[in-house]
């Protein structure tokens, strides 16, 4: 049977024209499905410890080729490095995190990070992975171990037989000033 072979009167065919755009309009008002509560983190070691930041927030991921001292810089900021070619800011995230320096290892990385419109590194001990996380399942930091220097961490989530420690980027580059001095 070929389509021409199908006689429709019009009236029967504009009916049947406006019930489909009248079904098409009701699921198109149908509810929105809900938002994601899947978010993907970039989690990393510091300490012994895992941390994550947002994968929308870690532009790369550098090995660390070499760090330059900057005079009079603040205690957290570890120094500067080259990024193909520009200078980049290097945060080392156990001081700012309150936690002993350490020696930069061969497993020692640069989160480059983007936030409030500018480029900084943030040296972590070693990155783990990328990993997906339920929002629902996070857990809000125990208010007994929150400081007001500790308004970065945006909560606590299990991943497999480890806790993660989330991290806000934003929050965590601001530097009180106790941490930005030097010794």
Do not use: C
């Not at 406006?18 to 149908?30: L, N």
């Not at 419109?117 to 996380?133: F, N, S, T, Y």
């Amino acid at each position: 049977m070929n389509v021409e072979e199908i006689q429709l009167p019009p009236s029967a065919l504009a009916e049947d024209l406006f019930t489909f755009a009248d079904a098409v309009a009701v699921e198109s008002q149908a509810p929105a499905a809900a938002p994601t509560r899947i978010e993907t983190w970039v989690t990393f070691a510091l300490a012994g410890e895992t941390f994550a930041l947002p994968v929308s927030s870690v532009l790369e991921i550098l090995r660390v080729a070499g760090i330059t001292r900057v005079p009079h810089a603040p205690r957290v900021v570890r120094g500067v490095t080259n990024m193909r070619g520009k200078v980049l800011p290097v945060v080392d995230l156990r001081v700012r995190l309150g936690i002993e320096a350490a020696e930069i290892m061969p497993q020692s990385r640069i989160l480059v990070a983007a936030s409030r419109g500018r480029l900084l590194g943030l040296l972590v001990d070693a990155v783990r992975q990328v990993d997906r996380i339920d929002r629902i399942a996070v857990q809000p930091p125990p208010p007994d171990v929150m400081t007001a220097q500790s308004d970065y961490i945006i909560g606590v989530s299990q991943l497999g037989e480890r806790l993660v420690i989330l991290l806000d980027v934003d929050l965590v580059l601001v530097v009180h000033e106790a941490q930005g001095e030097r010794p």
